[in-house]
């Protein structure tokens, strides 16, 4: 497991462009099991999640090459209809390719998912949704066994608006007899991707982006050219380490409109936050403001950037509470930001930030993807060096990320220590 050295307090400032999105590369590769024909996907983060992902449907006999241009991705010939327990306790949105499989195929064994130590997850949305389209579900050893001869179109409300659930349904409808519509669903900007993904490929996707979204089956997909577009929550984090090191950057290559949540909360805080067609640039020249924060399922406050906004509030002016509505135990990052001499109490799901002057270097580890970008942000604003371990699970969600942090005028070093490897928790 390797380690990251940050030498804090540089100033960070520039211009960058983030790559694909994680949560939307993750859900189109396992919608490209839908179709016989191939795929190229452009934009493709190279990031540990990904490539687990990949290797899965290679797994399952889904030919891939990648090139300069992009992953071409064939599924013509699916081998196998149950997914490698090792790989898929790995990565949570494995468990996503059961509905893709059962619409192909009839039948899939899948692995109980995996995922950060953040909190419950369960997937009863996700059963009750396949459930409901005609599949017959059952647990045995670790495994759910799905059967379906085919799937049917159905009437589905979602309890909480999860878009794991959504994203999933929505692959599994795709291809079932009649039409599908889904209630109280996600509204997240990867819940669009998608719909776009398999819209390009002859799907009939109606209303993503909304809270309900139709899906009028049909018997075949087409291939096609998709390229994913930038990782909104890699643009949050940069953006917010940024301001936390008093810095200047610009944002390009993005939809300004998918960060209003994250700006909104930086401009309270007094940064500096300004807007184009597609660009968002930041400036902060002085401690921040302390603000109040609540997580909630998009257009609110992502609960993805609750973790490295608390690291951006550490040394903010005041009192900051942030209310986290959706993830229970995601507060992994908390006694490592005490370490750096950070003030904060956690109460059940309510962080309470004192902020303070300044935080010091510290040897700390990153416990999930979030945690460590919240230890990122830190580190680059904090006084003296930090050492971050847990590097796997930082790598599952940002590529490139010490070459873009040192072109931005970090200096950060990547320390390999004896018996690295590629071991990922979820």
């Not at 390719?97 to 059962?102: A, E, H, R, T, V």
């Not at 009839?106 to 389209?133: D, E, S, Y």
């Not at 303070?356 to 460590?372: C, F, K, P, T, Y």
Request: charged fraction near 20%.
């Amino acid at each position: 497991m390797d380690i990251l050295r940050i030498q804090g307090g540089r100033r960070l400032e520039g211009e960058l462009e983030v790559g694909g999105s994680k949560n939307a590369a993750l859900a189109i590769l396992a919608g490209c099991l839908l179709s016989k024909e191939d795929i190229l996907l452009r934009n493709l983060p190279n990031i540990i999640d990904v490539r687990i992902k990949v290797d899965i449907l290679k797994q399952l006999g889904v030919r891939t090459t990648w090139t300069d241009e992009g992953l071409w991705l064939n599924a013509g010939e699916l081998t196998s209809a149950e997914l490698p327990s090792d790989a898929c306790r790995r990565i949570r949105t494995s468990f996503f390719l059961l509905g893709p499989i059962l619409a192909r195929v009839g039948t899939a064994n899948v692995p109980l998912p995996g995922g950060c130590n953040i909190g419950a997850r369960p997937v009863n949305f996700h059963v009750r949704g396949l459930k409901a389209m005609g599949a017959t579900l059952e647990q045995k050893d670790g495994y759910y066994v799905a059967k379906a001869s085919r799937l049917t179109g159905a009437d589905i409300y979602l309890d909480f608006p999860s878009a794991g659930a959504t994203q999933h349904l929505m692959t599994a409808a795709v291809l079932a007899d009649g039409a599908t519509s889904i209630h109280n669903c996600a509204m997240e900007p990867e819940v669009v991707e998608l719909a776009n993904f398999l819209n390009m490929m002859g799907a009939r996707v109606d209303g993503a982006g909304t809270s309900t979204i139709t899906i009028e089956g049909v018997r075949t997909l087409t291939g096609g050219d998709y390229r994913i577009g930038s990782d909104r929550l890699q643009a949050g984090t940069y953006l917010m380490a940024a301001a936390a090191t008093r810095g200047e950057l610009t944002v390009r290559a993005l939809m300004p409109e998918r960060l209003h949540s994250m700006v909104a909360k930086m401009r309270e805080s007094g940064a500096e936050v300004n807007e184009g067609y597609d660009w968002v640039s930041v400036t902060q020249s002085s401690r921040p403001k302390a603000v109040d924060i609540r997580t909630m399922p998009h257009p609110g406050f992502p609960t993805d950037m609750q973790q490295p906004m608390c690291a951006y509030l550490a040394t903010a002016d005041g009192v900051s509470i942030i209310n986290e509505t959706i993830y229970e135990a995601r507060v992994g990052h908390v006694k490592e930001l005490v370490r750096m001499g950070a003030d904060i109490r956690v109460d059940g799901r309510q962080i309470t930030i004192s902020g303070v002057g300044n935080l010091e270097g510290a040897s700390v580890s990153a416990s999930d993807l979030r945690a460590g970008a919240a230890l990122i942000v830190a580190a680059l604003g904090a006084d003296g060096d930090t050492m971050i371990s847990g590097t796997d699970n930082i790598d599952r969600g940002y590529e490139n990320l010490e070459q873009i942090l040192n072109s931005l005028g970090a200096k950060v070093e990547r320390l390999a220590t004896k018996g690295s490897e590629e071991a990922v928790t979820g």
